[in-house]
């Protein structure tokens, strides 16, 4: 087996520095930096966002073209990666998993304040793999036996807070007292979501992705985040989302990546995603570019 010599160190630097380079161009020719789009995006919804240093201006100036500065500021950066299940205002974003082995599972969550379960049944036919869970007190067991359907179907309200624990012999009385976070621990058993489409209260169910919140006490994480968002009207309100849309671009563990304006509503759909949390990182933003938390 031959060696090559060098005749000079810098040689043998040259060399090792060009194989560096090749190593780094091929990643960002072949490799989509999506950490890199996270960044740059995030920093383009602050600039478009922060000139108002008041709610009244921010709401007034922000909410009827949230939908177009996220397109242009994110969404444009990943739509081809992104599915739609469902149509009109029932229609939830999907982001394509990046492992597609048939043995890899996924969990889905729908909560809801009606009947209309064809996303899910639309989600369950094209995705099999995935276990899609639909909340609301206003499904019947029929909804869940629908031909190919196989969703799970749990009829009750959840509570918007936390409820104190206590066994009950009751089995209805326990639900009627659920809470999300409880309801995911006791139902689902899981600590990982692969996604969470919230069509009720998510004004105050988009709180539970910050820090120290219910989902950060219990350890539950949210891969991809579908949520319908009701148009601040009140001075209260409008503080609300002022402080909640600071959290989402602040807190770095989510990343907003498209806003839809619901026909004939002046309500907006967002679609959130998790950039924090390794394994959703892996799954769904990128296997190639390892997780880092300084990148979003």
């Known amino acids: 087996m031959g060696f090559v010599r060098f005749q000079s160190p810098y040689a043998l630097f040259a060399v090792l520095f060009g194989l560096q380079f090749l190593v780094l161009l091929t990643r960002l020719v072949f490799f989509r930096q999506n950490s890199t789009d996270v960044r740059i995006a995030r ?8 000139p108002y240093d008041n709610e009244d201006d921010f709401h007034k100036n922000i909410w009827p073209d949230l939908h177009r500065i996220a397109f242009l500021c994110s969404f444009k950066r990943f739509r081809k990666d992104v599915s739609t299940f469902g149509r009109g205002k029932h229609a939830v ?9 048939p043995e890899h599972k996924c969990n ?9 379960v064809e996303t899910e049944l639309d989600l ?17 067991s029929e909804d869940s036996r629908k031909p190919g359907s196989s969703i799970v179907s749990f009829v009750f309200n959840l509570e918007l807070y ?3 624990w206590k066994p009950l012999d009751d089995e209805r ?3 009627e007292s659920m809470d999300i976070v409880k309801f995911i621990s006791l139902e689902t058993k899981l600590k990982r979501i692969d996604a969470l489409n919230v069509f009720t209260n998510g004004a105050e169910h988009i709180r539970n992705l910050f820090s120290k919140s219910a989902f950060d006490t219990a350890k539950i994480r949210v891969c991809q985040l579908n ?12 503080q609300a989302f002022y402080d909640v849309w600071k959290r989402i671009l602040y807190d770095r ?39 880092d938390p300084e990148s979003a």
């Open 253 to 291: 563990r989510y990343f907003l990546t498209s806003v839809r304006r619901l026909p004939n509503s002046d309500d907006l759909m967002l679609f959130i995603l998790n950039v924090s949390d390794p394994y959703c990182w892996a799954k769904y933003i990128s296997l190639n570019i390892p997780f």
């Open 93 to 101: 974003n999907w982001l394509n998993g990046k492992v597609t082995a």
């Open 173 to 175: 009385d326990i639900r």
């Open 162 to 164: 936390p409820q104190r």
């Open 43 to 50: 920093q383009c919804l602050h600039d478009a966002s922060f």
């Open 227 to 238: 949520l319908i968002y009701p148009r601040p009207r009140s001075k209260s309100t409008k």
């Open 124 to 140: 369950k036919r094209r995705m099999s793999n995935c276990t899609v869970y639909s909340v609301s007190s206003e499904l019947s």
């Open 108 to 116: 889905i969550i729908f909560l809801r304040n009606d009947s209309a």
